[in-house]
C-alpha cells in the first residue's frame, strides 16, 4: 500500500524568508510520481510542482523547488522569497504511474508573516 | 469558464436523506476521480473511473456510489448520508498518461450532514 506522511501540521515564516516542508513516502510501485499542491483559504487544490521518480532531477519552479531522495523515500518542498501569498495548506502525494491514483499527506499549514 | 465544475459548492443535509454531487469536465479527459476531505487526513480517494464504461472503487468507498453518465460528467451519490459524510469533496480529471497528465480540481463540494 502507498502511504504519505507530513510531519509537520504547522510551520510559519517570515516574508521574503525561505522555508522547507517535509514529506516522506512509501510505495511498491515502480513507476510513480509525487506532487506538491497548494491550498490556500478558497480550499481550491492548486498544483504547485511535479516530480517523476525515475528522474534524478530535482524539478523546479520559479521560488518553489524539490529535494527529492528517492532512496530515502523523501520530498521536500522549498520555498524561497516567501510570499503573503503563500499562506495556505500545502499537500504531498503520490501518484501510481498505472492508475494514476494519488494518495495525500495529511497536509501542513504555511503561514507567512510579514 | 472552469475546466472541472462541481455542484453544489455547499450542502446541509439531514441524516438519512439521499444525496447527489455532480462533477463536470470541458477538458476532455477519460478519467476522473472523486476525493473527501477530511482535517488531519488529507484527501482520500473514493472512486475513479477510466472511461464511461469502466469504473473502481478506492480507498473509502463504503457509503457511496457513483455514475459515469457521459465522458465529462461523473456523479457521487450518497444514499443515506451519515454525520460522519461531512466533508470537503472534491472531483478530479487527467488524462490517460499518468507519467505525464496532471490531476486537475474541481472548487470542491462542501457537505455537512446534520
Known amino acids: 500500500a502507498q502511504t504519505v506522511t507530513q510531519s509537520q501540521p504547522e510551520m510559519s515564516v517570515q516574508e521574503a524568508e525561505t522555508v522547507t516542508l517535509s514529506c516522506t513516502y512509501d510505495t511498491s510501485e515502480n513507476n510513480y510520481y509525487l506532487f506538491w499542491y497548494k491550498q490556500p483559504p478558497s480550499r481550491q487544490m492548486i498544483l504547485v510542482i511535479r516530480q517523476e521518480a525515475y528522474k534524478q532531477q530535482n524539478a523546479t519552479e520559479n521560488r518553489f523547488s524539490v529535494n527529492f531522495q528517492k532512496a530515502a523515500k523523501s520530498f521536500s518542498l522549498k520555498i524561497s522569497d516567501s510570499q503573503l501569498g503563500d499562506t495556505a495548506m500545502y499537500f504531498c502525494a503520490s501518484g501510481s504511474g498505472n492508475t494514476g491514483k494519488l494518495i495525500f499527506g495529511q497536509g501542513t499549514t504555511l503561514q507567512v508573516k510579514p | 469558464d472552469a475546466d472541472v465544475t462541481q455542484t453544489p459548492r455547499n450542502r446541509i443535509t439531514k441524516t438519512g436523506k439521499r444525496i447527489m454531487l455532480e462533477c463536470s469536465q470541458t477538458k476532455g479527459h477519460d478519467r476522473m476521480y472523486w476525493y473527501r476531505q477530511d482535517p488531519g487526513l488529507g484527501l482520500r480517494l473514493i472512486y475513479y473511473?477510466?472511461?464511461?464504461?469502466?469504473?473502481n472503487k478506492g480507498e473509502i468507498s463504503d457509503g457511496y456510489s457513483v455514475s459515469r453518465q457521459a465522458q465529462a460528467k461523473f456523479s457521487l451519490s450518497l444514499e443515506s448520508a451519515i454525520p460522519n459524510q461531512t466533508a470537503l469533496y472534491f472531483c478530479a480529471t487527467s488524462g490517460n498518461r499518468p507519467l505525464t497528465d496532471t490531476q486537475y480540481f474541481g472548487p470542491g463540494t462542501r457537505l455537512t450532514v446534520l
Open positions: 473511473s477510466f472511461d464511461v464504461k469502466d469504473i
